[in-house]
T-cell receptor, first 113, second 114 residues
Framework: AQSVTQPDIHITVSEGASLELRCNYSYGATPYLFWYVQSPGQGLQLLLKYFSGDTLVQGIKGFEAEFKRSQSSFNLRKPSVHWSDAAEYFC???????????FGTGTRLKVLA | DGGITQSPKYLFRKEGQNVTLSCEQNLNHDAMYWYRQDPGQGLRLIYYSQIVNDFQKGDIAEGYSVSREKKESFPLTVTSAQKNPTAFYLCASNGDSYSNQPQHFGDGTRLSIL
């Protein structure tokens, strides 16, 4: 079955530290991959997307993600976290020719001052 | 600015009552979606619509109904048959259902039981 796994439910980092949020997917076809961020009581905002080409993609707010087909992963990274990055982060997967997006269960990020 | 507007932000339902959540978009998108979000469960698809006057059930459609009479609007009704309606509801849209464009989201409606 198609699935998206975000193994870390909660992550806490200090402000200025680096961040990596993990995302693993199980999909038969070539995946289209997305990372979204959600602040409390708000909708989801797109951070970045991967469709094809360069496996390292840059997004908004200084985030980047790397697609590794051999590991079925699409991990989100940021070199230096800011207090305003505290939020919940969702990985999502789709595949060509389908309406369906599968979302992970999210990783809640806490940033220590 | 183009976007998706959901209203109300908070909604309370009494036993046996149907309630309707509004979703309006001015992005000129053909496809619209309704998701339910519960803590620790990510987003689950309730209904989606690819075009006006057409919609399909998602993974958890029981107890919900929708309509798509206008391109801009995709209201969701939570019926009395939905026994556990307390959740955060998100509306989304994208250009079309099959081009894998990123979905744009509204700010959600939180539904609670009185």
């Amino acid at each position: 079955a198609q699935s998206v796994t975000q193994p870390d439910i909660h992550i806490t980092v200090s402000e200025g530290a680096s961040l990596e949020l993990r995302c693993n997917y199980s999909y038969g076809a070539t995946p289209y991959l997305f990372w979204y961020v959600q602040s409390p009581g708000q909708g989801l905002q797109l951070l970045l997307k991967y469709f094809s080409g360069d496996t390292l993609v840059q997004g908004i707010k200084g985030f980047e993600a790397e697609f590794k087909r051999s590991q079925s992963s699409f991990n989100l990274r940021k070199p230096s976290v800011h207090w305003s990055d505290a939020a919940e982060y969702f990985c999502a997967v789709s595949t060509s020719g389908t309406y369906k997006y599968i979302f992970g269960t999210g990783t809640r990020l806490k940033v220590l001052a | 600015d183009g976007g998706i507007t959901q209203s109300p932000k908070y909604l309370f339902r009494k036993e046996g009552q149907n309630v309707t959540l509004s979703c309006e978009q001015n992005l000129n998108h053909d496809a619209m979606y309704w998701y339910r979000q519960d803590p620790g469960q990510g987003l689950r698809l309730i209904y989606y619509s690819q075009i006006v006057n057409d919609f399909q059930k998602g993974d958890i459609a029981e107890g919900y109904s929708v309509s798509r009479e206008k391109k801009e609007s995709f209201p969701l009704t939570v019926t009395s048959a939905q026994k556990n309606p307390t959740a955060f509801y998100l509306c989304a849209s994208n250009g079309d259902s099959y081009s894998n464009q990123p979905q744009h989201f509204g700010d959600g409606t939180r539904l609670s039981i009185l």
